[in-house]
């Protein structure tokens, strides 16, 4: 079993920041790859993010189109916490944020393959 526990959502306007945090067990971060998905009103949950690494080293970022140099993913090894920093917010980003774990060697890119969820942060964005 792998806890996640993601936090940092809330009210903002339009173009506004907000980081959120994924945190987890250092052996969780060892075993697994990072990912974040959104669930915006009435939609299908979707990808956002997610890291990818090897032996410890980041090896890889992907983002979804729609937040691609907006939204950034990073890991932070000391607190075994991966945040994903979002930025320009527009109304379009209302939804409730997961962070979710895949095994090593699963396409991050699936909903599917994905083994663990954190209990979701609202964020919403007003106009």
């Known amino acids: 079993q792998v806890r996640l526990i993601d936090s940092g959502g809330g009210l903002v306007q339009v173009g506004d920041s907000l980081r959120l945090s994924c945190a987890t067990s250092g052996r969780a971060m060892s075993s697994y790859n990072i990912g974040w998905f959104r669930q915006r009103p009435g939609k299908e949950r979707e990808f956002v993010a997610a890291l990818t690494w090897n032996g410890g080293s980041v090896s890889r970022s992907d983002y979804a189109d729609s937040v691609k140099d907006r939204f950034t993913i990073s890991r932070d090894h000391a607190k075994n916490t991966v945040y994903l920093q979002m930025n320009s917010l527009k109304p379009g980003d209302t939804a409730v944020y997961y962070c979710?774990?895949?095994?090593?060697?699963?396409?991050?890119?699936?909903?599917?393959?994905?083994?663990?969820w954190g209990q979701g942060t609202v964020v919403t964005v007003s106009s």
């Open positions: 979710a774990a895949v095994g090593s060697g699963r396409s991050v890119w699936q909903l599917s393959e994905y083994d663990y």
